[in-house]
């Protein structure tokens, strides 16, 4: 948000928080969905004043302090890295599930013969034996997928999606085998998404929505 120092109403800007200026005032920099930012001051009506992303992952960063000299930002840079267990069931303990994979939103296939899930934190949908073997990559950047459902015959996978650039969240079903995808709802008003998708015994497919 922006307000004037003479006390007007503020006003809104972007998405995106932790933001602070270059020494010598002309660009502002700041983060959101862990990647960086700036937005240069407009010098000429026809120049933009549109945020210009500055980083793309898989390191994410935040909370950016440009230098004294306005030649370099300091930021924070992260990389997340996730392991699904499971449980066994002769010793009682968890043990690394798919290899060690990075991944989370396990969901077992009707037959239990597959598992769909999401790898963290690039956010991609997978298929793959419970095993790890015969793996398949479902979806890729920038979508960024979230709570798998298996449909009643194990022939599609209905699942949440957004990307960095349309952060709402949309209804989307991909085929089993990667054949075929697409969105099946999408919220009609920006301040909208759609969430936790499921099958009913029909065939048709269930979701909430959040605002």
């Known amino acids: 948000w922006e307000i004037s120092t003479n006390g007007e109403a503020p006003r809104r800007l972007w998405r995106g928080a932790s933001g602070d200026w270059t020494a010598d005032g002309r660009q502002f920099v700041f983060w959101r969905d862990n990647e960086l930012f700036c937005v240069p001051e407009r010098r000429w009506p026809w120049e933009s004043a ?44 968890f043990v690394p599930a798919l290899g060690g994979e990075s991944a989370f939103y396990a ?13 963290y934190p690039d956010g991609t949908l997978w298929r793959s034996r419970p095993d790890g073997s015969e793996r398949l990559q479902l979806t890729g950047a920038p979508v960024e997928a979230h709570l798998p459902r298996w449909s009643p015959d194990g022939q599609k996978i209905v699942f949440v ?51």
């Open 50 to 93: 549109e945020p210009v992303r500055l980083t793309v992952g898989p390191v994410g960063y935040g909370r950016p302090a440009p230098s004294p000299d306005g030649r370099h930002i300091f930021t924070l840079g992260t990389t997340s890295r996730g392991e699904l267990m499971k449980l066994d069931g002769a010793t009682k303990r």
């Open 107 to 119: 969901e077992p296939s009707p037959d239990g013969r597959w598992l769909a899930w999401v790898r």
């Open 161 to 211: 999606a957004r990307t960095a650039e349309d952060p709402q969240l949309v209804v989307r079903v991909v085929s089993a085998d990667a054949s075929s995808a697409e969105t099946i709802a999408r919220p009609e008003k920006p301040d909208l998404d759609y969430c936790d998708p499921c099958w009913l015994p029909d065939g048709s497919i269930l979701f909430n929505h959040l605002n």
